[in-house]
């Protein structure tokens, strides 16, 4: 005998607002009816409870897009930007990229959760033989927003991807990529900063699976959490058995700045073919206290030398960023909340 579910008021809401959708939020809704919101009695949702961090939205909201009009045909060199702004109440949105064979393409996506927000986005890319997408993610969620940001991403021969989240977290922030990476030249380098204040989440699930040979892929992943915050950092490589000769180094790092900041983090390799370099590591740390006494030495004032070593601790991944002037900027809005955070 099989129980009958019975939906809370957010799952509900999101079960209505996408009452007659196609496509992916068809998928959604299906998911969202037959199975609820997932909660830590998944595995993969262990660290982050959509269904009790949503647990006080109710109606249906609306997310709007702005910068579409470009999305649909790219060309090379485009600089594409997104804003992805979720309302309060439960909403869903999807789009799909394809970046043409040999183009470049720049693309940065500021994903918006307001108060009272269930937002899902969710973004299909195809990067064509032979070309190269840098995505930036960025979130600027309300502290009170819940927020699903998702992506599937599919390589071609020679394609590239060079990908950065900067990350602040909210109530529940979740930002999934997922990756097919065919080998034959085709290389992913994903890189990320998270920075989170008391009472904000952020949760970083990603997946490379390799599916032929000679491919490569870089990760690199760094947090700072404060006391009262909570991070999440889940990776995994699948390497098939075809994917000889494979490529695929995994490292996240972060700093815990108070006695209750939370960490969890699960690095993952599933190795099927025997001629591969892959790696992964994990570590997870506090200021370097003598680096600290050093800077104050010299006259800074203690919040001061802290926000400065958590800033060159968290730029690492940043650099990454091809884009001097987009780089920057990242820099600078770590640099603001580290100022707030402090």
């Known amino acids: 005998m099989t129980a009958t579910l019975t939906h809370t008021q957010a799952e509900q809401a999101l079960i209505d607002a996408l009452d007659g959708a196609t496509g992916w939020r068809a998928q959604l809704r299906e998911v969202t009816q037959r199975e609820g919101l997932p909660t830590r009695r998944h595995e993969l949702w262990k660290w982050s409870d959509l269904r009790r961090a949503a647990n006080d939205v109710s109606g249906a909201g609306r997310i709007d897009v702005t910068g579409l009009d470009r999305l649909t045909s790219p060309q090379d060199g485009d600089r594409l930007e997104l804003t992805i702004t979720a309302s309060a109440g439960a909403s869903a949105a999807d789009e799909t990229l394809v970046v043409p064979a040999g183009a470049s393409l720049t693309l940065v996506e500021t994903l918006k959760g307001e108060a009272g927000s269930l937002g899902n986005w969710h973004l299909t890319i195809r990067v064509e033989a032979g070309a190269r997408l840098d995505r930036i993610v960025i979130t600027n969620h309300d502290a009170d927003a819940v927020f699903v940001g998702s992506a599937e991403i599919e390589l071609a021969d020679g394609a590239t991807l060079n990908q950065t989240m900067v990350d602040t977290g909210a109530r529940l922030s979740r930002n999934e990529t997922h990756v097919v990476h065919p080998g034959h030249g085709a290389s992913v380098d994903m890189g990320g900063a998270y920075i989170l204040a008391a009472g904000r989440h952020a949760d970083s699930t990603n997946l490379v699976h390799h599916t032929g040979p000679g ?72 200021l370097d ?10 006259g800074l004032p203690e919040a001061k030398a802290r926000a400065l070593l958590i800033e060159s601790y968290l730029a690492e991944p940043l650099d990454r960023v091809q884009d001097e002037a987009l780089r920057e900027t990242l820099k600078a809005s770590l640099r603001a909340r580290l100022g707030a955070l402090i």
């Open 215 to 286: 491919g490569v892929t870089k990760q690199l992943v760094k947090g700072a959490v404060a006391s009262g915050g909570h991070g999440v950092f889940q990776g995994k490589f699948i390497v098939d058995r075809l994917a000889q000769q494979t490529d695929a180094r995994m490292t996240h790092r972060a700093l815990m700045l108070g006695e209750k900041a939370e960490i969890d983090a699960k690095p993952e390799l599933e190795i099927y073919a025997d001629d591969v370099q892959c790696a992964h590591g994990n570590a997870l740390g506090t």
């Open 289 to 298: 206290e003598t680096a600290l006494f050093y800077m104050r030495q010299r």
